[in-house]
């Protein structure tokens, strides 16, 4: 009887074991395959003209030739660039206010707690915030809502990582400083921040790749165009956006532009991927105190 | 050193302000996004009041039809037939059912599925030296945008499901309760139609949110599986538990840091708008099939919230987009009281 039981339960495990694997290698074998034909689709469309041609011809005819997305493509870096501008500061500015403000006092929880839920927010809903704050009163889709959009969605995810990695800081470089008559503003902008400067930048970037690819908040901020004007007051391309436009037309032509534009998208997150995990893999070497 | 002493003291002043601005917009932001979607979806709500959630019927334009009498007949007066105006409905029930139906396939999917690989990372990987590599990806995948997937979703598995999936489905239904209930469904207006035709549907897009949601309700349940402590592990296996009853064991152990990994997932799914937008279909309409296409709360916004000229038609989508976000708050709120420690941080990151 017992050796029954005993057999039963190793051969339920070992179906269990057989599960476990085969989830993985399932999951694995599909996203991999995802992944592959994505790429593949991509590598067969890309070209050249890619990056230095803009959309040609009419819109809504069949382009025999539709050109590149040169456009988007630009569009795109000034989008994270100024999105960068307004997100990084505010990110970090309110991690130090949480690791080195804030004890318990009213306003560290509550900022803790949204930072942490913002993160949760469906996209396309902050897309709708910048409508309504920067699109409806300027009367039209420009670049400044889209990037402020971005800006809106990077800044929660810095400043828990910058507020994380200024915590790992021992409290000895801050009292050292001190010590020898700097300020806390000079502690901090010149000791507590340099110190965790690596383990800072892998939240900026990480915050970056996770803007680099949404649409939907841009949708109704940036607005999208068919040419990049310098004009910021106008509609304005991105890569994402173009993306969605080309996949979902009619023609043949503008949806092999738009595998084009997933590789190139797909190439600037796993450029910035890696070079998180290069940026953490050195960091560590330097065997920082954590 | 009085001056040296000002100048210090005003750094640390402007540092400070600058540090506490940057918070409280912060929380500003949220407070904004509130009151702004509060404020603009007031009117559709005082409008339609809870029938809002519960009324099928969305209709952004006025409709003319004959006037009906008591006993359904077309009223004739003077010769001509008379026009009724019927002004314009909001019932949000189709985007509502749509996310319901879209994101529950997905986890149907996912979490049997992620569970298992999270153990296996966890569990088996180590010993084969491919837990390195397996996280790598999978943490990569969890980086892909929504709209490469959508793109995939709309270029290859929306023409399979439409001319070889649904075809062999319907050969082996072939006349059954199965096939009649699948493959025609009965709308809240009492018509029935044929679906399955498009491809483009609530079981596509749960496809499609299931292939999304695997990365992170792996990545987080991993995270939760690896802080159960050692000793209750072992624990475990020095009493002659099997793999499987101490992994049983550690499930049951970690259920609340799972159930909230779980939730993260659901809120993903409920949220993801683009990779939706492209292979649901867009149809607002509540049936029961699954293969019938339809709408979610966020490819509703998608879709609508460019054109809606009219007042009450934009209003509507703002309480949409109201509900949609208060549900993501709840679910988020819920899965980060439950995944504790180190896992917050994989879930911040997606």
């Not at chain 2, 025609?184 to 044929?194: C, K, Q, S, V, Y």
Request: aromatic share 6%.
């Amino acid at each position: 009887m017992a050796t029954q039981r005993l057999s039963i339960r190793r051969v339920i495990s070992a179906g269990a074991i057989a599960g476990s694997a085969a989830a993985s290698v399932a999951i694995v074998a599909v996203l991999a395959g995802v992944l592959w034909y994505i790429l593949w689709r991509g590598v067969g469309a890309i070209s050249w003209e890619f990056f230095t041609t803009d959309p040609t011809g009419d819109p809504t005819g069949d382009p025999a030739a539709p050109g590149g997305m040169r456009h988007a493509v630009l569009g795109t870096l000034a989008l994270l660039l100024m999105a960068s501008a307004v997100g990084v500061p505010m990110g970090i500015l309110t991690g130090v206010y949480l690791s080195e403000y804030a004890g318990e006092r009213w306003l560290a929880g509550p900022t803790r707690f949204v930072c942490d839920v913002l993160a949760g927010v469906p996209s396309i809903v902050v897309g709708i915030l910048g409508y309504e704050l920067l699109v409806v009163p300027v009367g039209g889709f420009n670049a400044y809502a889209g990037a402020a959009a971005l800006a809106f969605i990077m800044a929660p995810i810095i400043a828990r990582t910058t507020e994380e990695m200024l915590r790992l800081v021992p409290d000895s470089y801050r009292a050292g400083s001190l010590a020898l008559g700097a300020s806390k503003s000079q502690t901090i902008v010149r000791v507590v921040l340099p110190a965790a400067a690596g383990p800072t930048l892998t939240g900026v970037m990480l915050a970056l790749a996770r803007v680099a690819g949404e649409t939907a908040p841009l949708l109704f901020t940036a607005g999208g165009a068919r040419l990049i004007s310098a004009d910021l007051g106008q509609p304005f391309p991105s890569l994402t956006q173009q993306v969605f436009d080309y996949a979902t037309s009619p023609f043949p032509s503008q949806r092999e532009v738009a595998w084009a534009g997933v590789l190139v998208l797909i190439a600037l997150l796993l450029t910035i991927n890696l070079a998180v995990r290069l940026l953490l893999w050195r960091t560590r070497a330097r065997a920082k105190p954590r | 050193m009085p001056p040296s002493k000002a100048r210090r003291s005003g750094g640390d002043r402007a540092l400070g302000l600058l540090a506490r601005g940057s918070a409280v917009t912060i929380l500003g932001l949220l407070v904004a996004l509130l009151a702004t979607l509060v404020t603009a979806g007031a009117p559709a709500a005082a409008r339609f009041g809870a029938s809002f959630l519960t009324e099928t019927e969305w209709r952004p334009n006025t409709l003319e039809r004959p006037r009906l009498d008591a006993r359904g007949e077309v009223v004739i007066t003077g010769g001509e037939v008379e026009i009724e105006e019927v002004p314009p409905r909001f019932g949000a029930l189709p985007a509502i059912w749509g996310t319901a139906v879209s994101s529950g396939i997905a986890l149907l999917i996912a979490v049997p599925l992620s569970l298992g690989a999270a153990l296996f990372v966890v569990r088996i990987a180590p010993r084969l030296r491919v837990a390195g590599p397996l996280s790598f990806m999978i943490e990569f995948l969890a980086a892909i945008p929504s709209i490469a997937y959508g793109f995939w979703g709309l270029a290859v598995l929306t023409p399979w499901l439409q001319t070889v999936a649904y075809p062999a489905m319907e050969r082996l239904a072939g006349g059954t309760w199965v096939a009649g209930w699948v493959f025609r469904t009965r709308l809240a207006d009492g018509t029935e139609i044929p679906v399955g035709l498009t491809g483009k549907d609530m079981l596509c897009g749960g496809l499609v949110l299931a292939i999304m949601v695997i990365p992170i309700v792996t990545a987080v349940a991993r995270d939760v599986l690896r802080s159960v402590p050692r000793g209750q592990l072992e624990g475990t296996l020095a009493l002659g538990a099997t793999w499987w009853q101490s992994s049983w064991g550690m499930m049951r152990y970690a259920r609340a840091g799972l159930f909230g990994a779980v939730m993260l997932g659901l809120a993903r799914a409920a949220g993801e708008t683009m990779a939706v937008t492209m292979v649901i279909g867009n149809n607002m309409q509540v049936a029961a099939s699954p293969l019938a296409p339809a709408q979610t709360m966020a490819s509703l916004l998608a879709n609508e919230f460019k054109e809606a000229s009219d007042q009450l038609h934009q209003s509507a989508l703002l309480l949409v987009a109201l509900i949609l976000l208060v549900m993501s708050l709840a679910l988020n709120v819920t899965a980060r009281s439950l995944v504790v420690g180190g896992s917050s941080r994989t879930a911040a990151a997606h």
